[in-house]
């Protein structure tokens, strides 16, 4: 398994994203985290067809910190099953990377 992540994570408004992308980066559980909106959805949900305008979550963190950022995701998200998947980040320059542990190290602030 890599050491890198992309989490990607959708939510229902420009208000929730801030919110959240403030909690992941506050609590150095992400590095950084790209809005990219508005976008639109076309899901399953309850045996129904369903189409939405949502923003789309980019979050560069590290495999160590995945499962307390999906938590802090879950905390604050207004779904009731939140998209939240991490896809590896396969080869990036080494200096970002870096930066991604560095940033991430849950004792940086201690």
Same mark, same amino acid.
């Given at each position: *398994? ?8 959708? $939510?229902? #408004? ?8 403030s909690?992941? $980066? ?11 909106? %508005?976008?639109? #959805?076309?899901?399953?949900w309850?045996?129904?067809? !369903? ?7 980019? *979050? ?21 099953? %939140? ?6 980040? $396969? ?9 991604? +542990? +560095?940033?991430? !190290? %849950?004792?940086?602030?201690?």
């Open positions: *398994m890599t050491d890198f992540l992309q989490v990607h994570v959708t $939510v229902p #408004s420009r208000d929730e994203a801030e919110r959240i992308c909690a992941v $980066v506050g609590r150095r559980l992400a590095a950084a985290v790209q809005v990219v909106a %508005p976008i639109t #959805s076309v899901y399953w309850r045996g129904e067809t !369903n189409r939405a305008d949502e923003w789309l979550l980019f *979050m560069t963190t590290t495999a160590q910190r995945f499962d307390e950022l999906a938590a802090c995701v879950r905390e604050l998200h207004s779904y009731e099953v %939140p998209q939240i998947v991490a896809v590896p980040l $396969v080869a990036g320059t080494a200096d970002y990377l870096e930066w991604i +542990r +560095r940033e991430t !190290n %849950p004792e940086r602030d201690a």
